[in-house]
């Protein structure tokens, strides 16, 4: 067996900074042995409380749940999901980039947590659902899913006969969900996709959900039918990344005015959490009417927690470092002690995210001595670390570009191109009322202005709107380029978009029609979410809490966004920034599904070695490996054992220990020559 | 012995010190005063006796002695650490901080250790000063003020709490319940309630309109203190600020800054 401090020196810190980012929390797992249940149990409780009234009486309540910055509010949510998933279905919306069309956000949001599988279950959130309906227990499953759709509708409609808006198509769509073929296309209509003529034909409805109102109805039938099996829980979080008003304060009015409509129209069975950081609520609470203000029945602060939970946070993660220890240490949170937490917090209170930093500092200087922990810590380094785990995430969690509403793909590249400083962006630039959103313009120095629209959906007749509106723009001379990104079809020559965008994009024009592939928009999706924690003060790097302001020259100066194709084809990277990468271009090429092949490119994971080493700078060789092997699937041990031998060599990092097993070898970064 | 006012005024702010002791700089007998009339104040307390000071290596350069010892081709007698030193001022003078020497706290006791025995030039700076214990016995026994000077009540208070300390202990370190309250940590709670209701902060009080009102009396680090306090007797609690952009860099910087996370800056009553 080993000594602890070996077993320390040797793993990965157990405060590692990337767990600090929490997020929606069907794509973050949570380690429940890493919780300590006395935090934050009485929110839990309250919480609990109010679901239990609520699938009670199936009437909507609304909690507040507000603490500061590092209090553990996401992190609550997470475990409110985990806890009461058995009780609820849970929802998780991501920031709305637009106040006009918050409905479909949430609506969008609530079919995408619902098409989700909660641990341990085999079917989706949505699945369970349907098949909890009485209507499908009369006569046992087989007989419906055999039976043809007009008797499952008729079923269904005999089981509500009110209060269903369009209730045919809406009750067609849910038999289609049975259907392994039809179900995610029955999901696309359901989340509010602008569907194409055929694939609405297919699913056997005129119309796709475009409207506000349309996507306020189809989140009430959900609750109508909820009823009957469990109240649905929608989770607002992250509020500092929301719409904006004309003024530039966020539009917390926009979310209570969906609140107070889901109360006033009777749209029951749902539970709605807001979680705000205390003075984000503070400071806008002026702004919501008061009658909004009195919808929220009850409102749960997340308090700091004492020095003995901040101990306890330790141990848990400790934990499983102590275990391999032989001997035993003498104290579980070895080697951190109370009195540092007392020296640091004289109060006696701080927050979770406080003390799992403040063990993460004295965890590092115990492993490299406190002499070379003074030195500032390569920030860039662990930034990339942060990066490549959230990378990972969204690669896992958007496999298609149309899961992202044009909206929020707009959003997302306009917060790309704030970061890189291209110039003044002016959001809305289309000349119409419905796609200004998809769209915005930003005047480069020394240039005319550039406007841009994004646009996804399948639908034709969308197409040839965007496309006119396109028209408009450039006779009127709003812009001296337009570029228009879309990866979906255009149609066919014949059809109206089609021929418009021929003309307005063709090759004697500046205009340009770009179809971005989607690991171009991983990197937008990736940086949103950051920006989103960082709004929320939820990103930690090497020891600061970033703000937009961090997290953009964090951006610019780790040159990641460089790799985006996207990004370079727009032309708002420095031509330092640009790195020829394969695989995307602009609309001559064939649709751009295709990736690049997987070409085991060492570059990125000697990248990840060195950035991992800066950042925790000893660590053991197997942990070194094993780290890099979790991050980079493609590659086997022997490759990273020779990968570490080459940058060994180039002198870029050290191997310590004449031991050839190398369980029983160090790497640490060669000094830097004073 | 006679002192002039100055040097008066020196000794007496020195006394409002925990221990009687602090870092040079944060001396300043008058608001006139300027640092070379203090450090020249200070030498001459020095060479009376009645304070005492440590002093701290700035920058160095090499003596011959030095220069001679790295020709010497056999073993050094010097350890590793001071060679280092040594090789980094051969060439030029350097000062502690270009010098790569871990842990950084063991630098000026190396560093001393080669002045002492001439293989280096240092130059020095008093870093911290202290009442000696003559220092002690003249203001308690011996001074007798005569003809006019102009000393404010304030440091007159320092003098009065200073002679009422019982001499065993020896004035060192007064003992916080003896120093007279200046708010009690009940009276800071009142303060804090009553700001709240004048300026309608909803129970969610920024900290500057508090050290407003309260600094002084209160010194900066006291008003933490009392805070700190609070907050551990469930008092009071503190809350962090996410979007500055309201206030002012001042009105920020009154928070109290945290090393981790963000700088406390509101405070709520429980």
Request: hydrophobic letters at 35%; aromatic letters at 8%; charged letters at 25%.
């Given at each position: 067996m080993t000594a602890i401090d070996q077993i320390i020196r040797q793993?990965?810190?157990?405060?590692?900074?990337?767990?600090?980012?929490?997020?929606?929390f069907w794509h973050e797992e949570q380690d429940p042995a890493l919780d300590v249940e006395s935090i934050h149990q009485e929110v839990i409780r309250e919480v609990e409380a109010v679901l239990e009234q609520v699938a009670r009486d199936h009437r909507t309540r609304t909690v507040m749940m507000f603490g500061d910055s590092g209090a553990g509010k996401t992190h609550v949510l997470g475990r409110l999901k985990r806890i009461l998933n058995p009780k609820a279905f849970f929802v998780y919306i991501d920031p709305f980039p637009e106040s006009e069309a918050i409905w479909r956000h949430v609506l969008r949001y609530t079919v995408d947590s619902l098409v989700q599988k909660p641990e341990?279950?085999?079917?989706?959130q949505l699945l369970r659902w349907l098949k909890s309906l009485s209507a499908f227990k009369q006569g046992g499953i087989v007989s419906w899913v055999l039976s043809d759709r007009q008797r499952f509708v008729r079923s269904l409609k005999a089981s509500y006969p009110s209060g269903i808006y369009n209730a045919n198509e809406f009750f067609g769509v849910l038999y289609d969900l049975i259907d392994p073929d039809r179900y995610p296309l029955a999901c696309e209509w359901l989340r509010g996709d602008n569907l194409d003529d055929e694939s609405l034909k297919l699913l056997n409805v005129k119309h796709s959900i475009e409207t506000e109102d349309a996507a306020q109805k189809v989140l009430a039938n959900f609750g109508r039918i909820a009823a009957e099996t469990q109240p649905i829980v929608l989770c607002f979080d992250q509020l500092d990344n929301i719409a904006r008003t004309s003024d530039g304060a966020i539009d917390l009015q926009a979310l209570f005015n969906v609140n107070s409509s889901i109360h006033n129209q009777l749209l029951k069975n749902f539970l709605v959490i807001i979680s705000i950081i205390t003075s984000t609520w503070r400071q806008n609470a002026?702004?919501?009417q008061l009658a909004d203000q009195v919808r929220i029945d009850t409102s749960v602060p997340l308090k700091p927690i004492s020095l003995d939970q901040a101990e306890a946070v330790w141990v848990s993660r400790l934990r499983p470092l102590h275990r391999q220890a032989d001997p035993r240490p003498d104290s579980p949170t070895f080697p951190l002690t109370r009195q540092v937490l007392e020296q640091k917090y004289p109060g006696g209170k701080t927050y979770p995210r406080n003390a799992l930093e403040l063990g993460r500092r004295i965890i590092q200087s115990y492993k490299v001595g406190p002499s070379k922990a003074e030195q500032p810590e390569d920030a860039i380094a662990a930034f990339k670390l942060v990066w490549l785990k959230e990378f990972n995430r969204v690669q896992e969690r958007i496999i298609?570009?149309?899961?992202?509403?044009a909206p929020e793909l707009t959003q997302m590249l306009k917060e790309t191109f704030a970061a890189l400083q291209v110039g003044e962006i002016c959001p809305r630039f289309l000349p119409s009322p419905t796609y200004a959103s998809h769209s915005f313009s930003y005047q480069p120095n020394n240039q005319g202005r550039v406007g841009i629209s994004w646009n996804e959906d399948p639908s034709l007749t969308t197409l040839f709107h965007i496309m006119s509106a396109c028209r408009r723009a450039v006779e009127l001379n709003l812009c001296e380029k337009l570029f228009l990104i879309r990866a979906e079809g255009i149609g066919k020559p014949g059809n109206r978009g089609y021929e418009l965008r021929d003309q307005i994009f063709a090759e004697n024009t500046p205009h340009q029609h770009l179809k971005p592939s989607l690991h171009s928009v991983h990197y937008l999706a990736t940086y949103h979410s950051l920006v989103n924690a960082a709004y929320a003060g939820e990103i930690v790097v090497a020891g600061k809490t970033l703000d937009i302001q961090a997290l953009e020259f964090f951006i610019r100066d780790s040159h990641i966004l460089q790799n985006c194709t996207l990004l370079k084809n727009l032309g708002v990277l420095s031509s330092k920034e640009i790195v020829e990468v394969e695989g995307e271009e602009a609309i001559a090429s064939q649709p751009d599904d295709s990736e690049p092949e997987f070409q085991p490119d060492n570059e990125p994971i000697q990248d990840f070695l060195l950035d991992l080493l800066k950042t925790h700078q000893l660590l053991g060789r197997q942990v070194m490996v094993q780290t890099t092997v979790g991050q980079f699937t493609e590659i086997s041990e022997d490759q990273v054992n020779e990968l570490i031998q080459q940058l060994s060599e180039d002198n870029q990092l050290q191997v310590l220990g004449d031991n050839p097993n190398p369980q029983e070898q160090l790497v640490y970064l060669p000094d830097q020559p004073a | 012995m006679e002192i002039a006012t100055i040097e008066l005024k020196f000794l007496l702010q020195l006394l409002s010190f925990s221990g009687y002791r602090a870092p040079l700089s944060q001396i300043r007998p008058s608001a006139k005063t300027s640092s070379s009339e203090r450090n020249k104040t200070c030498s001459q307390l020095c060479d009376r006796g009645l304070i005492d000071c440590s002093q701290k290596i700035v920058s160095f350069k090499i003596a011959p002695a030095g220069k001679a010892l790295l020709k010497l081709?056999?073993?050094?007698?010097?350890?590793e650490q001071e060679l280092k030193a040594l090789k980094a001022c051969e060439d030029q003078k350097v000062t502690p901080e270009q010098l790569k020497i871990r842990p950084a706290a063991e630098k000026q006791a190396i560093l001393r250790k080669l002045t002492d025995r001439g293989l280096i030039q240092a130059e020095t700076k008093i870093d911290e000063i202290w009442l000696s214990d003559r220092g002690k016995a003249y203001l308690r026994t011996e001074y007798s003020p005569k003809g006019s000077g102009n000393i404010s009540l304030g440091l007159l208070n320092y003098y009065l709490r200073f002679l009422r300390q019982p001499e065993s202990s020896n004035g060192s370190f007064p003992q916080a319940d003896s120093i007279p309250a200046k708010f009690s940590d009940a009276e800071v709670l009142q303060v804090i309630q009553a700001l709240d209701r004048e300026l309608g902060s909803q129970n969610y009080l920024p900290l500057f309109h508090l050290r407003q009102k309260l600094q002084p009396p209160f010194s900066r680090d006291e008003l933490d203190q009392a805070l700190y306090r609070l907050q551990r007797q469930d008092q009071i609690e503190l809350s962090s600020l996410q979007d500055a952009t309201r206030y002012t860099i001042e009105q920020v910087e009154a928070g109290i800054p945290q090393?981790?996370?963000?700088?406390?800056?509101f405070v709520t009553v429980v």
């Open positions: 793993a990965i810190n157990p405060f590692d900074p990337a767990t600090f980012k929490p997020g929606n341990g279950e085999a079917e989706s002026d702004r919501v298609r570009i149309r899961q992202l509403s | 081709k056999t073993e050094l007698p010097v350890s090393d981790i996370g963000g700088s406390l800056f």
